[in-house]
């Protein structure tokens, strides 16, 4: 199996800017496609970003679009999520994930993912 493993999450002000990782281990994370999800309380989990395996394809939510980018190393094995001009609506827990298919955007799609960071933006 693959385990994921999230850090960087944090509280900061609105207009602040944080770097989450996703550390993979247990396969080739080379050959793995990532996303990033956010949940926030009382609501469904959602797609924010994904990379195909060799970071040539990318993918955003429109409500991120030109304030988080997302990048991976895979000498690392390591996912990142730059967010900046952070908003309280980006207020979540961030999940990292693992599939097939970059383009997909159902959390379903998906069949690993880390414990979560909690990233608390305030106003």
């Known amino acids: 199996q693959v385990q994921l493993v999230e850090s960087g999450g944090g509280l900061v002000q609105a207009g602040g800017s944080l770097r989450l990782s996703c550390a993979a281990s247990?396969?080739?994370?080379?050959?793995?496609?990532m996303g990033w999800f956010r949940q926030a309380p009382g609501k469904a989990r959602q797609f924010v970003t994904s990379?195909?395996?060799?970071?040539?394809?990318?993918y955003y939510e429109d409500s991120v679009k030109e304030r988080f980018t997302i990048s991976r190393d895979n000498t690392k094995n390591t996912l990142y999520l730059q967010m900046n001009s952070l908003k309280p609506e980006d207020t979540a827990v961030y999940y990292c994930?693992?599939?097939?298919?970059?383009?997909?955007?159902?959390?379903?799609?998906?069949?690993?993912w880390g414990q979560g960071t909690q990233v608390t933006v305030s106003s």
């Open positions: 994930a693992a599939g097939i298919d970059p383009s997909a955007l159902a959390p379903s799609s998906y069949d690993f």
């Open positions: 247990g396969r080739s994370f080379s050959k793995l496609a």
């Open positions: 990379i195909s395996w060799s970071g040539a394809m990318t």
